[in-house]
């Protein structure tokens, strides 16, 4: 962070939850994060977040609010019908899980401890079927 400090950076943004539902922190509500399910094993945003604070950068999150790992995310993409079928999907369970999410927008809050000065883009819509 230094380095881009001097380089004049005044914001850095990071993926902090991709379409694909893999979390760059760690999460109660799913292993699919870098805290369980890599050899990682640490929370880089948390430390991203420290830094930036440290260095006086703003830290900025893009978070999807689509998943295409969570069971309940609906509508599927056309290549996934064998391998991934609707059956037994509920859209309004993971609508649920979404709002328990940290960083979603009816958290209000980035993940983790993050400084005051974060701001997040969600990212993401809902398809209407039919």
């Not at 799913?30 to 830094?51: C, G, M, Q, S, W």
């Not at 859209?91 to 809050?109: C, D, E, L, Q, V």
Request: net charge positive; glycine share 6%; hydrophobic share 30%.
């Amino acid at each position: 962070m230094r380095i881009a400090k001097d380089a004049g950076m005044k914001y850095i943004t990071i993926t902090s939850k991709h379409h694909d539902g893999f979390c760059m922190f760690g999460s109660k509500l799913t292993h699919y994060n870098i805290v369980d399910a890599t050899p990682f094993k640490r929370d880089p945003l948390k430390e991203l977040a420290v830094e930036c604070k440290r260095q006086g950068i703003r830290l900025c999150f893009y978070h999807s609010i689509m998943d295409w790992h969570h069971p309940d995310y609906l509508p599927r993409r056309p290549w996934e019908t064998e391998t991934r079928p609707a059956d037994g999907a509920d859209f309004s369970r993971y609508i649920a899980y979404m709002k328990r999410t940290p960083g979603t927008p009816s958290m209000g809050a980035a993940p983790r401890k993050a400084p005051p000065s974060t701001s997040r883009r969600f990212r993401g819509l809902w398809k209407a079927s039919g």
